[in-house]
């Protein structure tokens, strides 16, 4: 059976980054990392056998990022439960940031004279809560309410 992310890689560059936002090659230094620290893993006595391969783990991370489907989306698409998609992407997440590789540089870093000119653009987009607005009639029926219970209990 081949893996999930293999067939992606039939993929031109520009058609993988678009759908993955990641280069092919980016994604081979992170799959390199993983399987890394999978293995130090292992001759530590950590786990022996896991359901998805390192590369469907890094796989289903970069989906994760790239389109913010929910966990049980992924799940089922991976045949695997909610719990073990939040651990895998907890756990790939953690790997890559200990590397040191693939980190953004800090604030400093970046009002550093050595990066005058440079520009970097970071995805802050954020989407609304949906709630009902608070009117004014809303919260006075709701204190109306609260009033008219407690006065039933007085025993009158």
Known sequence: MTERWHRAFTKNDADFKEL???????????LAVLTVAREKRRQKGGPRRTTLSVGDQLFLTVQYWREYRTMAHLGYDFGIAKSTVSDTVAMVENVLIRSGAFRLPGKKALLSAKNEGRKLAVDVTESPIER????????????????DKDTNHCGR
């Open 20 to 30: 993955f936002g990641v280069k092919k090659e980016i994604f081979q230094e992170m």
């Open 132 to 147: 009902p607005k608070k009117t004014k009639n809303l919260v006075l029926r709701q204190e109306k309410e609260a009033f």
